[in-house]
Nanobody, 122 residues
């Protein structure tokens, strides 16, 4: 699976961004999809994940009630709607595809996009 993330940019605190991740190469709906992020000087961390059919949705506590993950299997795409952004959300955001558990571990994902930078100014 090839993944292409987009939608990052510079936004003021309190603003919103919508990240997209387009997939190609293999059957998209075989895979759980996840979003991770990596801030400068920090380790990559789990943000959100969605099961193959979309019925299972998971969030890190730090983004719960602010971010919404969704997927469109007809378009081979996954999205991350980010609202009420905070400066601490500044990071490179990666989409990933996998078939293992736990959904919150980066080692459960086999395929990764190139990342898209989100910068939130205070």
């Amino acid at each position: 699976v090839q993944l292409q993330a987009s939608g990052g940019g510079l936004v003021q605190a309190g603003g919103s961004l919508r990240l997209s991740c387009a997939a190609s190469g293999r059957t998209f709906n075989f895979y759980m999809m996840g979003w991770f992020r990596q801030a400068p000087g920090k380790e990559r961390e789990f943000v959100s994940a969605i099961s193959r059919g979309g019925g299972g949705i998971y969030y890190a506590d730090s983004v719960k009630d602010r971010f919404t993950i969704s997927r469109d299997n007809a378009k081979d795409a996954v999205y991350l709607q980010m609202n009420s952004l905070k400066p601490e959300d500044t990071a490179v955001y990666y989409c990933a595809a996998g078939r293992n558990t736990p959904y919150s571990s980066s080692s459960s994902y086999n395929y990764w996009g190139q990342g898209t930078l989100v910068t939130v100014s205070s």
